[in-house]
């Protein structure tokens, strides 16, 4: 039984990562998921086949969501789909005082930390007492990336129980369809000129500030499009004054994956370690787009594109030294090339699904031969 913030149809990273799990394991593993509700409404409903126990979402505190019958709904799916294993997805810290006061003991428990808790500072101290709770109880704790789980404070008493299990993209969203060629067509129509290209939330972390700051150092002719929004999106339309840079706002799945197609180069301006992975590098590598993005100490972002073999990276918040990066990739076009498919080849061997999904099998295998 897996438990999530939220689940599908809600979108999300931690979401997506869930739903991958339970619909990519062997029919061997009966799954279902508790996660929270989108309103304040209890609701039990299946996705695809699998049961998904949703909890009304009452209150939200520093983005975390509360409810008075988390603990009802968590005892009803504990009692009614009697888990072997329960997957928990960290962090998700009112769950996971809940779920600490009703998990029977037989019952084994794997800590999928997919972060650490950065940003609620204010809350963290009230937090940590369970984190370190979930972790002592745990029978493994999964980690996205080798930098992640040697970087992690929270982690460090607790690595003997820890592995890898690299977070995974939907290839199947990505590659080509068959009217593709004519969009892309029309996109480099539109964008005449080498395409540099970025799609994210546009928030603090992300770093899309520093790429609208290396631009006037990038020397080559270029079109840098940016995809999605954000709080940011009026503050930084409103300082860009280059008339390279285009703004193109949200884009649907299939405009999405022409644009990675389009794109000479893909841009990953992110600046700290709430990027833990960066599946959007993956994405792009898929499409085989070379990557830029800055050294993030401790982030996997840095493992997932390898610099001098899948793309470039640079000093972080160094802004003359991305633009220089950026330049490299559409000044050489052989290169470009060559970063492209060694870029295509680590997605396809590390990072798909299939590969997630297998590797995490193998994991609950172990913990329940572990008894």
Known sequence: ????????????????????????????????????????????????????????????????????????????AIREFQPDIIHFHAANPFPAAVLLMVIPKQVKLVIHWHMDITKQRLIYPLVKPVETSLLKRANLIVVTSPQYKESSIPLRPFLDKVVVVPNAMDCKNFEPKPNDAAVIQKIKEKFPQKIVFFVGRHIEY???????KAEPFIQSDCDIVIAGTGPLTPKLKAACKSSRVHFVGRLSDDDLRCFHYAASVFAFPSITRNEAFGVAIAEAQFCNTPVVTFTIPGSGVNWVNLNGVT??????????????????????????????????????????????AKKM????????RNR
């Open 361 to 368: 099998e193998e994991e609950y295998l172990q913990v329940m």
């Open 206 to 212: 992300k770093g899309l500030p520093y790429l609208l």
């Open 1 to 76: 039984m897996y438990i999530s913030k939220y689940y599908y149809p809600y979108l999300g990273g931690v979401e997506n990562i869930c739903k991958y799990l339970v619909e990519g394991v062997s029919k061997d593993f009966e799954t279902a998921v508790v996660c929270f509700n989108d309103c304040n409404k209890n609701q039990v409903d299946e996705v695809n086949g699998h049961k998904i126990y949703r909890v009304a979402s009452q209150l939200m505190i520093e983005r975390q969501a509360l409810s008075l019958s988390y603990h009802r709904m968590l005892k009803k």
């Open 311 to 356: 793309g470039f990276e640079a000093p972080n918040k160094d802004v003359q030294a991305f633009a220089k990066a950026i330049d490299s990739l559409l000044q050489n076009e052989s290169l470009a090339n060559q970063f492209a498919i060694a870029g295509k080849r680590r997605v396809e061997e590390n990072f798909t699904i299939e590969k997630m």
